[in-house]
Nanobody, 126 residues
Framework: QVRLVESGGGLVRTGGSLRLSCATS????????IGWFRQAPGKEHEVISC???????????YYADSVKGRFTISRDNASSTVNLLMRSLQPDDTAVYFC????????????????RGQGTQVTVAS
């Protein structure tokens, strides 16, 4: 059974940090690009970061302009987990954050996923 389970969300003050984790199982993570996207109430979903698969010949990472320099995505291959370290959080970062698996890196940028998790809430208080 394919599973992606996000954790690490919560309430934080402006300027604070959170580390989200996406624990995966049931599929060959090495062959998938993994991305994070977020959905805020009344807003379109926003793809914020993607990392290429381990079998890709190119190591690629994407960050949306809105998070560039503040967020860092990383893969922990030993634990089949993809993490998102979020620093200097702002109220505009408040959203439900989802991780997703994509068969191609280019599909991540348009949130065309094969699998996704249920999301974790991040709330940034001003």
């Amino acid at each position: 059974q394919v599973r992606l389970v996000e954790s690490g969300g919560g309430l934080v003050r402006t300027g604070g940090s959170l580390r989200l984790s996406c624990a995966t199982s049931g599929f060959a993570l090495d062959f998938y690009a993994i991305g994070w996207f977020r959905q805020a109430p009344g807003k379109e979903h926003e793809v914020i970061s993607c990392v290429s698969s381990l079998v890709s010949k190119d190591d690629m990472i994407y960050y949306a302009d809105s998070v560039k320099g503040r967020f860092t995505i990383s893969r922990d291959n030993a634990s089949s987990t993809v993490n998102l370290l979020m620093r200097s959080l702002q109220p505009d970062d408040t959203a439900v954050y989802f991780c997703a698996a994509h068969s191609r890196f280019r599909l991540c940028a348009v949130a065309n996923y094969d699998y996704r998790g249920q999301g974790t809430q991040v709330t940034v208080a001003s």
